[in-house]
């Protein structure tokens, strides 16, 4: 019989093939085995959980992996591969790890795996800003840990939602030809983004870019009380919105995700077909890149262009009210909404600010949105440049797939640039980290600023507020950044994405179903014909 770990190690190329682990093949003797046929709008772009921050990752990281612990439907903390914790002191926290937890490739999971990969989290790009609090995870037995933090951190237990535990052993020497196994490739092809071994409920047995990812139940998953009765997962990218809608009405596929603002009520209206919908958090936005556009040093141009774009108008007409208008990067319910941002259309405002700043007569831009990531994110686009149109601004529009939006995007390549954002602390902090920070490439911070903008003095009101760990005060102290970022126009909000998804009815979806968008397939229950 192949072992586990040889199995793995043979994944070659970006079209992966693994032989079905003994208990898929198996499990027929009993019971038909159950599929859920998956059907997102696009394909993670790696199977390196580290390589990308992205909504895609981190879907793909909760069916391979598990982490530390996780969000609950109600924004609790939930008890994964840790099972209890407590504050020593003001920068120690100490963790007692599940025992009895093995990773696909057969090795076991330990204190050690849980040190060495906060290590490579801090070495990922997109990962290294929220995770510098840590100074370093001190290994105390194998089953115990204790995170040091450099300074009194409040959100300790929000980053350990984003800590998928790594095979260590698994991930670490050299391939055959030499290169490190534990590298971290942006956008490349590296062994992590090839073969994987996580403690989580599915093994990859397929993967084909672009086309499908398989999926197969792991023997050996520790979590007994899972109600999760999948055996198999085949999920494929449909980025077309009608044809992904249409997959599901003619029963090609159980589940998918998003089911688009024009499909709703055709959806709802479906025989043997349920929709759940849910207020989102993620913020849709544009940045204006200071660095390839000299009047977008100005404010006064910034808030002209703010005032141009009307928020209201997408969320309704394009977004069919499914979406709130936005004026600032905090949803209400975060503690650094500031309720008194209200979205701030005025189109004679804005032509009176462009005269101001001497540019009457407008001047041409490019702007790049991808076409397949955020709902209706082309069309949105389209009608940002129609608006802008409007102050004279000639806008030399490009959309992109995801796969390739991302490249464009990490290169800064257009003077105007589309991101949507979900604060993967579920704290306001994180959106000012990523998005609004001086850009350091050292530390992080500002790694999707693609706008370039940089004000200082907000910056240290962010890290004064990740040291209070009063609630209330930091609330203050991030609203009041809020109203900085409002009246500097450091970015153009549109709206926060509001969630759907769609499945058969006998796919009971609404228990792993969260406002972060991770649904947990791992429990999903799929009821029988």
Sequence with gaps: MISKKTLLASLLGASVVLPLPALAQDASSDSAPVTLRVAYDADPVSLDIHEQLSGGILQL???????????????????????????????????????GVEFHSGNAFTAKDVAWTVERLKRSADFKAIFEPIDRVEVVDEHTIKFHTQKPYPLLLNLATYIFPMDSEFYSGTTDSGKDKSAIVKNGNSFASRHVSGTGPYQVTERQQGVKIEFERFDNYWDEQSPGNVDRIVMTPISENATRVAALLSGDVDFIAPVPPNDLERVRAAKDVKLVTMSGTRIIMLQMNQKRVEAFKDPKVRKAFAYAVNQEAI??????????????????????HNPNLEP?????????????????DGFSITMMAPNNRYVNDAQIAQAVAAMLARINVTVDLKTLPKAQYWTEFDNRAADVMMIGWHA???????????????????????????????????????????????????AKMLQAVEKGLYDDAAFIPLHWQDLAWAADT??????????MNFPYLGDVVVKPE
């Design 506 to 515: 006998n796919v009971q979806i609404e228990p792993v179903l969260n406002v």
């Design 344 to 360: 701030r259309y005025d189109l004679e405002k804005a032509k009176q600010l462009m005269e101001e700043a001497g540019y009457a």
């Design 315 to 336: 969320a309704d007409r394009l977004m069919k009210g499914f979406a709130t208008p936005a004026a600032q990067l905090s949803p209400e319910g975060y503690d650094g």
């Design 61 to 99: 990281s909760h069916l391979i992996f598990d982490p530390l612990v996780r969000w609950t439907q109600d924004f609790e903390f939930e008890p994964r591969l840790a099972t209890e914790w407590k504050q020593l002191d003001d920068t120690t926290l100490q963790m007692k790890l599940r025992e």
């Design 424 to 474: 993967d602390t579920e704290d306001s902090a994180n959106f000012f980290q990523y998005l609004t920070e001086c850009p350091n490439a050292d530390t992080g911070a500002g790694q999707y600023n693609a706008g370039n903008y940089c004000n200082p003095a907000l910056d240290e009101k962010v890290a004064a507020a990740n040291l209070e760990t009063d609630r209330e005060k930091r």
